[in-house]
């Protein structure tokens, strides 16, 4: 991504939050792809209190600034009032690629929010370049929250769900 195409980024994140406020929106998300491998994948949400605002897109090499004070830009699937991260059952995409929660398309999902699972069980697949990893549960325990949807891209560290 160039520097220009950057700025043009910023810009249109900007416009977003903009268009968020004028019209009294919770949300707008929005999907460009540049080609191949290069998409902005964005949703604004407008925060209920002052939060510092923060940009993630696909190409990790870019940042953008904070936008405005109560409103938060990211390529997150799933979000809550609490930082999924954080929880204790929290298990983390142990690398890069694209989430799987069936072994294919039209089979039953690997697991489901009240599930319970015992330690290794498979709880879902990664795809990191053309070859599907098998992610084992780290303990035994219920389901409590799934945060990524199929066919979601991760990276190292995101929180995948959460075992109680």
């Known amino acids: 991504m160039t520097k220009k195409d950057q700025d043009t980024d910023i810009k249109f994140i900007q416009a977003l939050a903009e268009v968020l406020t004028v019209n009294d929106l919770a949300e707008v998300r929005v999907k460009r792809e540049y080609g191949v491998d290069n998409t902005l994948d964005i949703r604004?949400?407008?925060?209920?209190?002052?939060?510092?605002?923060?940009?993630?897109?696909?190409?990790?090499?870019?940042?953008?600034?904070?936008?405005?004070?109560?409103?938060?830009?990211?390529?997150?699937?799933?979000?809550?009032?609490?930082?999924?991260?954080?929880?204790?059952?929290?298990?983390?995409?142990?690398?890069?690629?694209?989430v799987y929660l069936q072994a294919?398309?039209?089979?039953?999902?690997?697991?489901?929010?009240?599930?319970?699972?015992?330690?290794?069980?498979?709880?879902?697949?990664?795809?990191?370049?053309?070859?599907?990893n098998q992610i084992p549960a780290p303990k035994s325990g219920k389901v409590a929250r799934i945060l990524v949807d199929d066919g979601t891209p991760v990276e190292f560290g995101t929180p995948l769900i959460i075992i109680e």
């Open 44 to 98: 604004v949400t407008r925060a209920y209190a002052p939060l510092a605002a923060t940009t993630m897109m696909t190409n990790p090499s870019t940042s953008v600034a904070p936008i405005a004070n109560n409103i938060e830009a990211s390529v997150v699937t799933k979000t809550t009032s609490d930082d999924p991260a954080s929880h204790a059952g929290a298990v983390a995409s142990p690398m890069v690629g694209t």
């Open 104 to 132: 294919e398309p039209g089979t039953a999902a690997f697991i489901s929010v009240g599930d319970n699972i015992t330690e290794g069980q498979t709880i879902l697949i990664i795809e990191a370049m053309k070859t599907m």
